[in-house]
């Protein structure tokens, strides 16, 4: 997950280092010369900002005196158009700084008013809540001033800011300075596996496409919006829909064109346009589609008909602006050997790094076997009744995944006719480790759960089921070079064909070379494996003390230590059943801490488990009774 505020618009200024001047001084910036980057979505609805970073530093009033002038910002050389309507502030500071602050803004021509961060019959700041801006504290926050509410029409007028304070009131930082056209603070939150070509292939009928995992993102309320880059075949979205899964429950289908189940909208109240050759950026709306926000959604699920032509997705991302975004940057791939960084505890984990995308087209490992198409999934399976007798079971063969697989891949699709009911699937690491089995019927201690959680039917006459894995409690991180399947046939003879199989829901790792044996394709009649994972024992944390000022944003946490725990998970809650939207979740390897970002003057509660972790995967305690944020 990528969380970013935008920023697509650079600016360019040199001999930084012969500017350098106090933090009291006026600052001489004439020669910086600053420019929009050249745009091809320069219409009206796409988002632009342009950075002041030369505004960007801590700012100082002392303690002598009645008054002093801190800085003067000159903003000639940006250039600032009349669009340019707000200026952004990201701040820390003592709580009292702003309590004299004001800014003189300064035009071509002279003075257009001086402004004071508290109310003044001279001027006040007002932000673009139409409140004033918020005292700095430790942490740091970001507000958005409204020029018009100043009697200001734009920044175009601007071209000084002189800064004023009174000695005495502490000092602030300025983080990061910038004048956009939103009244809000841009973020959105980058869906890079979205990102990738799409065929639903030829012929006619239904076609799965993929299954978009946005579980792990945690998304809030504020995202009310998906962007989209494309491009693609003109009639690739006549029948393409988008299936919205929440983690309860379904949310409902929506199509590209108008549909009784549901229609996407963009912001603009139209259908999302058709693909061209020319690369095209589609704000869609949430609401105005029938979803209220991106909130809880866990999966969306794309599908489609044959015959329609293949599309592209360039860039995803869920935002919290009408805007047009900036698309995500590209991130260059990892080169460097996997390194070690402390966590909390100082003890060392291995830091996740950029695996190579095989440009392909697509990311889906069609399990049909290597260049020869040997050690296919995809195959017919036949064994007549009583050729293996009872409790063995016949090997039918391996399937690789082609040294593709990683932890990422996530969902298992299979396309079959016939009684499964017997059949097994035992994974196999590249250092020849297995897990399993696994088995397709429910009764069976390890089995497989589809990602709807549906039943999944035992006799199939061509069904298509999707299983996740994860849920499954497959380790995809380390059993990924492929499956060994079994089956048994005890009252009837079994034949099963598997049509399709298809991995999906990651990126592809690039081949590795191995010395490792390929497995033996022989069949052969082999014992069940009985052994059953070890069972996990994580103890009970309990919350010791959770107190805050009734005033105060942060709230101090002492939890019980769990011998063994490798960390703890903390739910805050302005509920006592943890069931408000306002509730927050943290992981943490300290059983003394501090939860930020709360809001005063609430009544909050909290409660803990602890974790362990266990091939990768984290085995939780039970949680600890509630305990109420006690005010001091």
């Given at each position: 997950?990528?969380?970013k505020?935008?920023?697509?618009?650079?600016?360019?200024?040199?001999?930084?280092?012969?500017?350098?001047?106090?933090?009291l001084?006026?600052?001489?910036l004439?020669?910086?010369?600053?420019a929009?980057?050249?745009?091809?979505e320069?219409?009206?609805?796409?988002?632009?900002?342009?950075?002041v970073?030369?505004?960007?530093?801590?700012?100082?009033?002392?303690?002598?005196g009645?008054?002093k002038?801190?800085?003067g910002?000159?903003?000639?050389?940006?250039?600032?158009?009349?669009?340019y309507?707000?200026l952004?502030?990201?701040?820390?500071?003592?709580?009292?700084?702003?309590?004299?602050l004001r800014?003189?803004?300064?035009?071509?021509?002279?003075?257009?008013?001086t402004?004071?961060?508290?109310?003044?019959?001279?001027?006040?700041?007002?932000?673009?809540?139409?409140?004033?801006?918020?005292?700095?504290s430790?942490?740091?926050?970001?507000?958005?001033?409204d020029?018009?509410?100043?009697?200001?029409s734009?920044?175009?007028?601007?071209?000084?800011?002189?800064m004023?304070?009174?000695?005495?009131?502490g000092k602030?930082?300025?983080?990061?300075?910038?004048?956009?056209?939103s009244p809000?603070?841009v973020?959105?939150?980058?869906?890079?596996?979205?990102?990738?070509?799409?065929?639903?292939?030829?012929?006619?009928?239904?076609?799965?496409?993929?299954?978009?995992d946005?579980?792990?993102?945690?998304?809030?309320?504020?995202?009310?919006?998906?962007?989209?880059?494309y491009?693609?075949e003109?009639?690739?979205?006549?029948e393409l829909r988008f299936?919205?899964?929440g983690?309860?429950?379904?949310?409902g289908?929506?199509?590209?064109?108008?549909n009784?189940?549901?229609?996407?909208?963009?912001?603009?109240?139209?259908?999302?346009a058709?693909?061209t050759?020319?690369?095209?950026?589609?704000?869609?709306?949430l609401?105005k589609?029938?979803?209220t926000?991106?909130?809880?959604?866990?999966?969306?699920?794309?599908h489609?008909?044959?015959?329609?032509?293949?599309?592209?997705?360039?860039?995803?991302?869920?935002?919290?602006?009408?805007?047009q975004v900036?698309?995500?940057?590209?991130e260059p791939?990892?080169?460097?050997?996997?390194?070690?960084?402390?966590?909390?505890?100082?003890?060392?984990?291995?830091?996740t790094?950029?695996?190579?995308?095989?440009a392909?087209?697509?990311?889906?490992?069609?399990?049909?076997?290597?260049?020869?198409?040997?050690s296919?999934?995809?195959?017919?399976?036949?064994?007549?009744?009583?050729?293996?007798e009872?409790?063995?079971?016949?090997?039918l063969?391996?399937?690789?995944f082609?040294?593709?697989?990683n932890?990422?891949?996530?969902?298992l699709?299979?396309t079959?006719?016939?009684?499964?009911?017997?059949?097994?699937?035992e994974?196999e690491?590249?250092?020849g480790e297995k897990?399993?089995?696994?088995w397709?019927?429910?009764e069976?201690?390890?089995?497989?759960?589809?990602e709807?959680?549906?039943?999944?039917?035992l006799?199939?006459?061509?069904?298509t089921?999707v299983?996740n894995?994860?849920?499954?409690g497959?380790?995809?991180?380390?059993?990924?070079?492929?499956?060994h399947?079994?089956?048994?046939?005890?009252?009837?003879d079994?034949?099963?064909?598997?049509?399709?199989?298809?991995?999906?829901?990651g990126?592809?790792?690039?081949?590795?070379?191995t010395?490792?044996?390929a497995p033996?394709?022989?069949?052969t009649?082999?014992?069940?494996?009985t052994?059953?994972?070890?069972?996990?024992?994580?103890?009970?944390?309990?919350?010791?003390?959770?107190t805050?000022?009734?005033?105060a944003?942060k709230a101090?946490?002492v939890?019980?230590?769990v011998k063994g725990?490798k960390?703890?998970?903390?739910k805050i809650?302005?509920?006592k059943?943890?069931?408000?939207?306002?509730?927050?979740?943290i992981?943490t390897a300290?059983?003394?801490?501090?939860v930020?970002?709360l809001?005063?003057?609430k009544?909050?509660?909290?409660?803990?488990r602890?974790y362990?972790?266990v091939?990768?995967?984290?085995?939780?305690?039970?949680?600890?009774a509630?305990?109420q944020?006690k005010?001091?």
């Amino acid at each position: 997950m990528r969380l970013k505020k935008i920023s697509n618009k650079a600016i360019a200024y040199a001999c930084v280092g012969t500017l350098a001047v106090s933090s009291l001084a006026g600052v001489n910036l004439a020669s910086v010369k600053a420019a929009e980057d050249s745009k091809t979505e320069a219409e009206i609805n796409a988002y632009k900002e342009v950075s002041v970073p030369w505004m960007a530093k801590e700012y100082d009033p002392g303690t002598d005196g009645d008054y002093k002038y801190l800085a003067g910002i000159d903003l000639a050389a940006l250039e600032l158009t009349s669009d340019y309507k707000y200026l952004q502030l990201t701040y820390t500071g003592d709580a009292t700084a702003f309590d004299a602050l004001r800014f003189e803004m300064a035009g071509a021509d002279g003075s257009l008013g001086t402004y004071w961060f508290k109310e003044n019959p001279q001027g006040t700041i007002k932000t673009s809540d139409d409140t004033l801006v918020a005292d700095p504290s430790e942490e740091e926050q970001t507000a958005v001033i409204d020029l018009e509410k100043l009697g200001i029409s734009g920044a175009d007028l601007i071209t000084t800011i002189h800064m004023h304070d009174s000695p005495g009131n502490g000092k602030f930082t300025i983080k990061e300075a910038k004048f956009t056209n939103s009244p809000k603070e841009v973020k959105s939150i980058s869906i890079p596996w979205m990102a990738k070509e799409y065929n639903p292939g030829e012929g006619e009928g239904y076609q799965y496409l993929a299954g978009i995992d946005l579980a792990d993102l945690n998304v809030t309320k504020d995202y009310q919006y998906l962007q989209l880059s494309y491009t693609g075949e003109s009639t690739s979205f006549d029948e393409l829909r988008f299936e919205v899964v929440g983690t309860d429950k379904g949310l409902g289908t929506f199509w590209f064109k108008e549909n009784p189940q549901g229609t996407i909208k963009t912001v603009d109240d139209t259908l999302v346009a058709n693909p061209t050759e020319t690369e095209q950026t589609v704000v869609i709306d949430l609401a105005k589609s029938g979803i209220t926000n991106a909130e809880g959604i866990a999966t969306i699920h794309m599908h489609d008909t044959k015959g329609k032509g293949a599309f592209t997705i360039t860039d995803a991302q869920f935002t919290n602006t009408p805007l047009q975004v900036a698309k995500t940057p590209v991130e260059p791939e990892e080169t460097t050997p996997e390194e070690t960084t402390p966590d909390n505890n100082g003890e060392t984990t291995p830091e996740t790094t950029t695996e190579k995308v095989i440009a392909d087209g697509t990311n889906d490992i069609i399990l049909n076997g290597d260049d020869q198409g040997k050690s296919a999934m995809i195959g017919t399976y036949s064994i007549k009744k009583g050729s293996v007798e009872k409790p063995n079971y016949k090997y039918l063969g391996w399937a690789t995944f082609k040294d593709f697989a990683n932890e990422s891949y996530k969902y298992l699709k299979i396309t079959y006719t016939g009684n499964i009911k017997l059949l097994r699937f035992e994974f196999e690491g590249k250092g020849g480790e297995k897990q399993g089995p696994f088995w397709f019927d429910p009764e069976q201690a390890t089995h497989f759960v589809t990602e709807d959680g549906s039943a999944i039917p035992l006799v199939g006459n061509n069904t298509t089921v999707v299983i996740n894995l994860a849920k499954s409690g497959v380790d995809m991180s380390k059993y990924n070079s492929g499956v060994h399947m079994h089956c048994s046939a005890e009252d009837e003879d079994v034949n099963i064909s598997i049509t399709d199989a298809v991995l999906y829901g990651g990126k592809k790792s690039e081949p590795q070379p191995t010395t490792t044996a390929a497995p033996t394709t022989k069949p052969t009649t082999v014992a069940p494996t009985t052994t059953q994972a070890a069972k996990v024992s994580v103890g009970k944390t309990a919350v010791k003390s959770a107190t805050k000022k009734k005033s105060a944003k942060k709230a101090s946490v002492v939890l019980k230590k769990v011998k063994g725990a490798k960390g703890y998970q903390v739910k805050i809650s302005t509920s006592k059943k943890f069931k408000s939207k306002a509730t927050k979740t943290i992981t943490t390897a300290k059983v003394k801490f501090v939860v930020k970002k709360l809001k005063a003057n609430k009544k909050y509660y909290v409660k803990a488990r602890a974790y362990k972790v266990v091939n990768k995967a984290k085995v939780y305690g039970k949680w600890s009774a509630v305990k109420q944020v006690k005010n001091k």
